[in-house]
Every structure is written in structure tokens, then in C-alpha cells.
């Protein structure tokens, strides 16, 4: 480990120098710590990176349950912190900042870790940092391919559908936005119908490698529309009608019960319509942000974030769009898609070093958790937006 090189009272507007920080992340339902470290140059280093998910505890529920995810937290987050430090090689002396996801998400959760980060901080002497999920996820490349503002962010999650015009750390201007169902949200709740189990994403994901896409004829909703914004409430609904047409028992009531092949095609035709979606509601965003961008170096550059960048198959048709329009596509390996610390760590590095963190005020320890925290606070609400508990 580097010694210690942050000073106390360092309020530059722009820092240099090397930090590391600490970083926990408790926002749903994987209990993550990890330590990150951002060097001088600016290049990020992982240097811990431990999630547990509560998958096991959930799914009996078939979902989230919040007050169990925020009881599954408290019960391990202990072990969490010392393993990410261990893993480090780090103590206590060696952390300059301790970060914690402190909104959106569900608020039991939030408590737990950005609470246990005040205790450390508060034992221990460092500043406590509470930092914005979405944040975490939108500045995540930077930390795996050094890519750094402007660029166009395609956030895609469990709580979140945006399109985001990435101006610098700390600057949002959204673009689009769901105005019913996540993406993720479909994702999950298509696996629900169709009795896949959880997490939905992938196990859809898994069906559809072996469906045909072009089986059944789903809606692409919003593809064409002048306005910037999503909607899967519609195409979840024709899923469910699909389901329904393919089921051999006709009680609603019960699971359907559906010969395997004809799952595999919904899957894939579910897939393939989400695929359509995107794709045109991302290039409908590319012609915002060429419009309002006018770096050069960075002008083309597509970065997509949140656990459903972790789908191939999205993945697959935002390259092609890409190769279409020029742009270059960062999309993070997988395992920095879905929720954990490392990002959360990285975020609170880039905050530091933007001088968007004053290491003499006491203000992380007087902020609380957010249900809701928009990336863009100007950001006009939308209709049919913002389900209780969602990560708006
Ligand atoms: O970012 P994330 O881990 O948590 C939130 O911030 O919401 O995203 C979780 C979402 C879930 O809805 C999950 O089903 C979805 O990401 N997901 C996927 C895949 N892996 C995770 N969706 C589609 N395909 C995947 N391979
Ligand atoms: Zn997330």
C-alpha cells in the first residue's frame, strides 16, 4: 500500500496527488465494500472488491423484500469492510476518504451503510463521503478505460432507463427517461412471468441464446417519437399476453405453464424488441448531444452503465449502432456493470479530485439517505414516473 497523500484542509478547486479511498455501497440488495485508489496521473486501481449478494434470502419473495435487505446488510457488513481491507492490504491509516452510496435505493439499506461509513469516520478520524449511486455507475468507465467527460451516457438498471449528457464529474444534463418501467424492471418482471427465477436479466438472457427472435410480434414502444423518452409498461403487458397465449393451463392465478421452446422464443422476441428500443432511443440522444457537445476528442464516445449493460445482446446491437454512427462504445466488464463498491469508490475519488469535496466541512456526516436523487436535479419530472422504491 501507498502511504497516506492526502492533507487535511486541501480545498483546491482541482487536486492532484493520490488518494484512496473506502468505499461501501448497501443501496438494494448486494452488501458490497471495496478500496479504490486513484493515483496521481489520474488512472483508477481496484485494489479490493467484495459483494455478497442476498439473492438466496430474496427469493423465496420472488423480489426485493427492503426491510429483509436492510436486515441482510446490517448482518454482514462488518465482514464486508474487513475483507475489502484485507484484500487491499490496507488499514485504516492507509484510507484518505471512507465513501458510501447514500440515495437512491431503498432507505433501510442506504441507512445501514452510509451510518456504519459515519461510525468508521467518526472513529477513525477521515472525512465521510456520501456519494450518488447513479453517480457511480455513470463515472465507472473512467475507472476501467480512462474515459472522462463529455460523453454520452446510456444508463440502464433496476430502477433507472436514461440517457445522459455526461458535461463533467458532478454535471448531468438528462436527455431521456422512462416514463413507466425500467429496463431492468421489464427484464425481471418478463422472468417472473415466465417463472425463470431470479435475478431476471440473466436468466432471460440465458432462454433467449436458444430462441428465435423474430417468433412473436411484441410492440417497440416510443421507437420513432420525437421526444427523447422510453416506455416498457406496454411491452411487459404483450409479454404477458404472449405468455398467457402460449400457456397450457389457463388459471392466471398459477404459473404458467409453458413447453420450454415457446419460452425461449418469447424471451428472444422480448429481447430483440427491447433491442430495438434502445437502439433508436440512443441515437435519438446522439442527435442531442452533437448538437449540444462541442469537445472534439470525446464527441463520439457512447458509454452504457448499470446491471443491464451487462446484457450481450444489448450489448451486440449498441455496437452495430456505434459502427453506424462513428461513435466508440465503452461498456464496463461485467462484473463493474451491476451494483458494487468499486464504483462508489471511484466516484468519491473523481469528486475529490474535482474539488467537489471540502474535507473541512462536516457536511457528509449531516447528509442522510435519499430515496430519491436524481443525477440532474433540473430535470423536469415525467409522467408515470417514479415507483415507490424505485432508484428514481
Ligand atoms: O445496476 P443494478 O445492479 O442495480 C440497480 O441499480 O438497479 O441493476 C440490476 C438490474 C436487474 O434488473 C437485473 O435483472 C438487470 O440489472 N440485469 C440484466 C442482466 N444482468 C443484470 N438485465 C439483462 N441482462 C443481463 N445479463
Ligand atoms: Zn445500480
Not at 444534463?173 to 425481471?188: C, P, S, V
Not at 410492440?219 to 427523447?228: L, N, S
Amino acid at each position: 500500500m501507498k502511504e497516506k497523500t492526502l492533507n487535511a484542509g486541501e480545498n483546491a478547486s482541482q487536486r492532484s496527488g493520490s488518494v484512496t479511498v473506502l468505499a461501501i455501497e448497501t443501496s438494494c440488495d448486494e452488501t458490497a465494500a471495496a478500496v479504490v485508489r486513484r493515483d496521481a496521473a489520474g488512472t483508477g486501481h481496484i485494489l479490493s472488491n467484495v459483494v455478497r449478494s442476498q439473492w438466496a434470502e430474496h427469493a423465496p419473495y420472488g423480489g426485493v423484500v427492503p426491510e429483509i435487505a436492510a436486515r441482510a446488510h446490517l448482518a454482514c457488513l462488518d465482514d464486508i469492510v474487513a475483507e475489502a481491507l484485507s484484500t487491499a492490504g490496507a488499514d485504516h491509516d492507509h484510507i484518505d476518504l471512507i465513501a458510501a452510496t447514500a440515495g437512491p435505493g431503498l432507505v433501510g439499506g442506504l441507512l445501514v451503510g452510509l451510518n456504519f461509513a459515519k461510525g468508521l469516520a467518526l472513529a477513525t478520524g477521515k472525512p465521510v463521503v456520501p456519494i450518488n449511486h447513479l453517480e457511480g455507475h455513470a463515472l465507472t468507465c473512467g475507472l476501467t478505460d480512462q474515459v472522462r467527460p463529455p460523453f454520452l451516457l446510456l444508463l440502464v438498471s433496476g430502477g433507472h432507463t436514461q440517457t445522459i449528457l455526461v458535461e463533467a464529474v458532478g454535471h448531468y444534463r438528462r436527455i431521456g427517461t422512462t416514463i413507466d418501467d425500467a429496463l431492468g424492471e421489464a427484464f425481471d418482471k418478463t422472468a417472473k412471468l415466465l417463472d425463470l427465477g431470479a435475478p431476471g436479466g440473466p436468466a432471460v438472457e440465458k432462454m433467449a441464446a436458444t430462441g428465435n427472435g423474430d417468433a412473436i410480434p411484441l410492440p417497440r414502444p416510443m421507437v420513432g417519437r420525437a421526444e427523447p423518452n422510453f416506455s416498457f409498461a406496454g411491452l411487459k403487458t404483450a409479454v404477458r399476453r404472449a405468455a398467457q397465449a402460449a400457456s397450457k393451463t389457463s388459471d392466471e392465478q398459477q404459473p404458467a405453464d409453458i413447453a420450454e421452446t415457446s419460452v425461449a422464443d418469447i424471451c428472444a422476441s422480448f429481447q430483440m424488441a427491447v433491442g430495438d428500443v434502445v437502439v433508436d432511443r440512443t441515437r435519438h440522444a446522439m442527435g442531442v448531444f452533437e448538437a449540444t457537445t462541442r469537445d472534439d476528442e470525446n464527441r463520439k464516445t457512447l458509454v452504457v452503465a448499470g446491471g443491464v449493460a451487462a446484457n450481450q445482446n444489448l450489448r451486440d446491437r449498441l455496437t452495430d449502432l456505434c459502427d453506424a454512427t462513428g461513435y466508440r462504445l465503452v461498456a464496463p466488464p461485467l462484473s463493474l456493470c451491476s451494483d458494487n463498491a468499486a464504483m462508489i469508490g471511484w466516484a468519491a475519488a473523481e469528486r475529490w479530485a474535482s474539488g467537489l469535496i471540502d474535507l473541512d466541512s462536516e457536511i457528509g456526516f449531516t447528509q442522510t439517505a435519499r430515496a430519491r436523487w436524481p443525477l440532474d436535479a433540473d430535470a423536469e419530472p415525467v409522467l408515470g414516473h417514479g415507483r415507490l422504491g424505485a432508484k428514481a
